[in-house]
């Protein structure tokens, strides 16, 4: 069993409709699908908000594009460290933004995407195989954004695209 499955399973336990086991996460690739489906009705849900406005100060946005040739090359500790890295700057992403909009629809979905974004920085930082536990301080590549729509795109972006593949090449090691 993996480490952490003390953690993983208080994490699960607090995941909206958490009736989940730590195997289905990665074994279930609905579970997966039912977190890509919830970012994309935020990311919607956000575009249809109101007057929302530029911020102020411009949210540090990881670049979470990747060549899958590459992706495939890499161990699953770097692969997890990496998403670890982009995760921890769109928490905080999220969070300065949170401070900036003062309109009640954005604000409701921002509080939404730093809950489950920050659920997956909480739950990645009980995987530990090749390493100890994950240890902030990482420079992903980053740009800064002032329009609070491009959160909720590269968070999209992010569990469609890395973590996907990430839960799907567990999967081919654990569920068998």
Known sequence: SPPGLLLLTSFLLHVEEGHASPTRLVCDSRLIQKYIREAKDMENTVGQCQALPALGCPAVLPLVNFSLQQWKCKSNESKRREILCDLALLVGAAAGA??????????????????????FLL???TFGWEAGPWEPGCSPHSVEQTHVTSIFLTYRKLVQGKLSFFFHNLAKDSCK
């Open 98 to 119: 949170q401070g900036q909009v003062t309109q009640e629809c954005g604000a409701r979905q921002l509080g939404q995407l730093y809950r489950h974004a920050n659920s």
């Open 123 to 125: 739950l990645l930082q």
